[in-house]
């Protein structure tokens, strides 16, 4: 939490210095308010979208069987690239509208479990991509002379922000699959002749 305050902050710090010594015809008072709004107006923004994606979408749009959501092996080799791991811990994840963590995801205790957090690992990478893009609408509450300025380096902050986390439950995904798939194997091996055919009935 620390670290993505620091980042807005230090970015509307900069946009604001930026503009104070290299933009001699922008007003000091438009521009104090200006970055002050920026970073309310998109982090307001961002919770109505997250909130609209993770309340209003239905659960079966998210699920683990939905195939063009899972992750390919090209995706993971290039968040290997970019060293994913060294520095993934220190992102801050949308918990409050998703009900994810990634921490979570250490202490799998059923197969039930594993595709709760798949579908809210699901619903979050949705959620911090929407954020990114949609972000830049937040532009066109600017009067036009602050768009370049003010209001597209504080939306490509938020872009930058948005898609860190993206990358993180993406990067998260493959394993939670292949934990499911692991504990799954091992509930139907231990399950009583009586219950597996209960379940076949169920389904």
């Given at each position: 939490m620390a670290l993505y305050l620091i980042s807005i902050i230090g970015g509307d710090l900069l946009i604001f210095i930026l503009n104070f010594f290299l933009n001699p015809n922008i007003e000091l008072i438009p521009l104090i308010i200006g970055c002050a709004v920026a970073p309310v107006a998109l982090i307001a923004w961002d919770g109505v979208i997250a909130t609209f994606i993770r309340r209003a979408l239905p659960n079966k749009w998210y699920d683990y069987k939905v195939e063009w959501r899972k992750v390919s092996d090209k995706e993971c080799k290039f968040y290997d690239f970019l060293r994913i791991k060294s520095w993934k811990d220190k992102v801050l994840e949308l918990g409050v509208f998703t009900s994810f963590s990634k921490k979570k995801i250490e202490n799998p205790r059923s197969r039930e479990y594993l595709e709760q957090f798949i579908l809210e690992c699901n619903y979050g990478w949705s959620i911090h991509l929407w954020n990114s893009i949609l972000?830049?609408?937040?532009?066109?509450?600017?009067?036009?002379?602050?768009?370049?300025?003010?209001?597209?380096?504080?939306?490509?902050?938020?872009?930058?922000?948005?898609?860190?986390?993206?990358?993180?439950?993406?990067?998260?995904?493959?394993?939670?699959?292949?934990?499911?798939?692991?504990?799954?194997?091992?509930?139907?091996?231990?399950?009583?002749?009586?219950?597996?055919?209960?379940a076949s009935q169920e389904k």
């Amino acid at each position: 939490m620390a670290l993505y305050l620091i980042s807005i902050i230090g970015g509307d710090l900069l946009i604001f210095i930026l503009n104070f010594f290299l933009n001699p015809n922008i007003e000091l008072i438009p521009l104090i308010i200006g970055c002050a709004v920026a970073p309310v107006a998109l982090i307001a923004w961002d919770g109505v979208i997250a909130t609209f994606i993770r309340r209003a979408l239905p659960n079966k749009w998210y699920d683990y069987k939905v195939e063009w959501r899972k992750v390919s092996d090209k995706e993971c080799k290039f968040y290997d690239f970019l060293r994913i791991k060294s520095w993934k811990d220190k992102v801050l994840e949308l918990g409050v509208f998703t009900s994810f963590s990634k921490k979570k995801i250490e202490n799998p205790r059923s197969r039930e479990y594993l595709e709760q957090f798949i579908l809210e690992c699901n619903y979050g990478w949705s959620i911090h991509l929407w954020n990114s893009i949609l972000g830049f609408a937040v532009i066109f509450c600017y009067p036009k002379a602050f768009w370049l300025p003010v209001a597209l380096p504080a939306c490509i902050i938020n872009f930058v922000l948005g898609m860190l986390p993206f990358m993180i439950l993406r990067y998260n995904l493959p394993r939670l699959h292949r934990t499911r798939d692991i504990v799954e194997k091992r509930e139907s091996r231990s399950s009583t002749p009586q219950e597996k055919s209960e379940a076949s009935q169920e389904k």
